[in-house]
């Protein structure tokens, strides 16, 4: 069993909806990340925090904004996306930050449709 | 942006025989990662290899790792049905914001009964 939950496990929205996708775990990890997977396609990077602080931003239009209220907690919230938005939205944490480069566990996913 | 290439994109053999997988890269890296991925599922992982390593093994997987050629495969022996899933090999780059790791096209391994 994954130690990292993410809820909802599907979320269906429509373009002008705002939603957030919740991610948690409890091990203890200080780097969080949010990826975005399209079928048949690899999971893409979107963000990483470290220590509670974005410190990777791949770019990622502003319809999609991330919070990490804490160190267990890592949202997404969604607001204006376009029907291409429509993916897997998967959480992940790793033990290592800055300069370490570890595994990362994740969780099973988002299942997001924008209609 | 994808760093890595995977060879194959889809593999199908019978229990029993080995499966090895292979992924290329283009820039020097801190470590590689594999993931396994069921369908519809989050990814798991299976085995890292530091840029320093050539050879690992966990189980019934063997990774190797040549920085020259930037490439690594994964072979998998014995192959049951449950390893039924997509592969995905991942690059680790440290950059001074922190740590990417940047996933492989992957490979769809099927294995029959």
């Known amino acids: 069993d994954t130690e990292v939950t993410q809820t909802p496990k599907h979320l269906v929205m429509g373009m002008t909806n705002k939603k957030s996708l919740k991610c948690e775990q409890h091990m203890g990890h200080r780097a969080m990340y949010w990826y975005k997977q399209k079928a048949k396609k690899p999971p893409e990077l979107m963000f990483v925090y470290s220590y509670e602080k974005l410190s990777i931003n791949e770019s990622v239009p502003s319809r999609f904004s991330p919070e990490c209220p804490n160190s267990s907690l890592l949202n997404l919230h969604l607001h204006a996306l376009q029907p291409e938005d429509s993916a897997l939205y998967l959480c992940?944490?790793?033990?290592?930050?800055?300069?370490?480069?570890?595994?990362?566990?994740f969780g099973e996913g988002s299942r997001l449709t924008v209609l | 942006s994808q760093q890595g290439e995977e060879d194959p994109q889809a593999l199908s053999i019978q229990e029993g025989e080995n499966a090895t997988m292979n992924c290329s890269y283009k820039t020097s890296i801190n470590n590689l990662q594999w993931y396994r991925q069921n369908s519809g599922r989050g990814l798991v992982h299976l085995i890292l290899i530091r840029s320093n390593e050539r050879e690992k093994h966990s189980g019934r997987l063997r990774v190797t790792l040549d920085t020259s050629k930037k490439s690594s495969s994964l072979l998998i022996t014995a192959s049951r049905a449950a390893d039924t899933a997509s592969y995905f090999c991942?690059?680790?780059?440290?950059?001074?914001?922190?740590?990417?790791?940047?996933f492989g096209q992957g490979t769809e391994l099927s294995v029959k009964p």
């Open positions: 991942a690059t680790v780059t440290i950059y001074n914001q922190g740590g990417k790791l940047i």
């Open positions: 992940a944490s790793s033990p290592h930050t800055k300069g370490r480069g570890g595994e990362l566990f």
